[in-house]
Structure formats: C-alpha cells, structure tokens
C-alpha cells in the first residue's frame, strides 16, 4: 500500500499535486524493487474521511498519481482506493489511468463507519457504474465486516455469510481486516472466509513479516502498509529495509507451505499477479 500525501482541500494538505505524484511514484518504485507483486494507493493521509460528498479535486488528484504511477511501473497490477465509501470515483480513476482493481468498502450490508453511517449497500450501484463505463476490465475487491466500523447492526450475520453475499452479489474477491490500521486479522475468520466462498481472499491489516506466512496458508494475498513503513507507522514513507524484509518472508512462507486446493498454481508470491490483475 502506497498511502498518498494529504490531497488538496484536506485538514493536512501541505504538498503540490506535483509533489504528490513523484512522492507515490517513488515509493510505488520502492515496494517493486523490494519484491512487491501489485501496489495499490489510497488517500489515508485525507483525514478525517467524508460519508460522501468525495470533491472533484481528490479524484482529480488521485488520477494525476494513478497514471504517473501505471507509467512508472509497468510490470504489475497495480490498484486504487478512495476513501471514504468512495468506491465509484476508485472505479473512475482505475478506469482512466489504466489500473487493474479497486478496493471497495460497504459493498454488501450496512454499517456504522467512523465518518458516520453507511446506510446502503454500495454492489449495486458500483457494478452498474463500471458497466455504464466500460470498465468491466478492472476488478472489485470487497472488504467485509471493514475495520474503523460497527457492525452491531449486523451482528447476526457473520463474516463466513457476508463473504457469501459478497460473492452473491458478483465480488470479485473479498478482503479480511482487523478492527482497524494496525491490527492483525483474527485467523479463525480468515480460515472460515476461506472455507466460505470460492473468490480471492485477501488480508487487509495487520500483517507483518512473522505473519505474513500464516496468512498465506488462507490468503491468496496479503495487502500490507504499516509494519513496511519506518517505525511501523502508517504516516511515513516506505522503509525499503522493511519492504525487502516483509517480501522474502511471504515468499519463503508461500514457497514452504503445501498447495492449498484451489489455489492459483503459481511459485511464491507470483499467485498475487492472477489474484489482483485485471479481469
């Protein structure tokens, strides 16, 4: 995960589009030399999030540094994430700058997120959106039961039925988070997403170099951000030191661990090229 500098507009916004862009390329060229098969951005730096209501300006900016990136780095997948909610604008600049997936929130259920109430389940609208495009190419990976959220409204579905409905309403694989940035995923879910549906299952916080092997053993891919930056925190840069590290973990994890059934038969990590690259 690339985290993208406060946009324009936003409480921390100090850096020129110019300057957003060449720094998100540089760390883009960093996870790929470290041994990174896809990299993603996403706006975390724009906190606090809106419920809606995404302004011009962020997608705008966000395209500006997709498309530099998917120059840069021309040998893998490489996705986008808007927050918050702001899955049909991810939709749009995947579409524009030539990525090949998007991470969704709310895609299925309700949900009580820290920007405030998601009221309404975003399939629907989203799969519309991205045939009214044309950009049915680019693939949708949903989180279920997403992390800086309640889903006290929801506590009588658990997470093995909403990676069901996830793949019911056309996901194209599904994501696993701890409770929030940081946090490591309970494995007991893991397995039991897992064992509930045939898409792609993928971590999505958590993960470090001592675990990254574990999760492997469920996952099809592991998104990572905070244990690669410096300190471990998610606001600076990418340690290339980390990054390196992190790497060879998953690939020796993936590399010594038995074939999973169903599992993209792929050596090591090179499975994440199927799992995340465009439909």
């Excluded at 694989?173 to 409770?179: A, D």
Aim: hydrophobic letters at 50%; glycine letters at 10%; one cysteine or more.
């Amino acid at each position: 995960m690339v985290h993208v500098g406060a946009l324009p507009g936003t409480p921390r916004a100090h850096l020129s589009p110019p300057e957003l862009v060449a720094q998100a390329v540089r760390e883009a060229r960093t996870l790929r030399e470290a041994g990174f098969d896809a990299v993603m951005i996403e706006n975390m730096h724009d906190r606090p999030y809106l419920g809606g209501g995404i302004g011009p300006e962020v997608v705008a900016c966000m395209a500006a540094v997709a498309t530099a990136m998917r120059a840069a780095v021309t040998d893998a997948p490489l996705g986008v994430q808007v927050l918050g909610g702001g899955s049909q604008q991810a939709l749009a600049v995947a579409h524009a700058a030539g990525l090949d997936f998007v991470r969704a929130e709310n895609f299925v259920f309700a949900h009580v997120a820290d920007e405030g109430l998601m009221a309404e389940a975003a399939a629907g609208p989203l799969l519309r959106y991205r045939r009214a495009i044309g950009a049915e190419r680019v693939s949708i990976h949903a989180d279920i039961k997403k992390k800086h959220a309640s889903h006290a409204i929801t506590a009588d579905v658990d997470i093995a039925a909403t990676a069901r409905a996830a793949e019911f309403f056309l996901a194209d694989g599904v994501i696993v988070t701890g409770s929030e940035t940081g946090a490591a995923v309970d494995e007991r879910e893991l397995a039991a997403v897992r064992a509930a549906t045939r898409l792609h299952v993928m971590t999505g916080s958590g993960a470090d170099e001592r675990s990254v092997a574990r999760l492997l053993a469920h996952a099809d891919a592991v998104i990572v951000g905070s244990s690669i930056k410096r300190d471990g925190r998610w606001e600076n840069e990418v340690c290339p030191e980390r990054a390196a590290r992190f790497a060879q973990a998953a690939r020796a994890g993936a590399a010594g661990g038995s074939p999973r059934a169903g599992a993209v038969p792929a050596p090591g990590m090179d499975a994440v090229r199927a799992v995340m690259g465009a439909r």
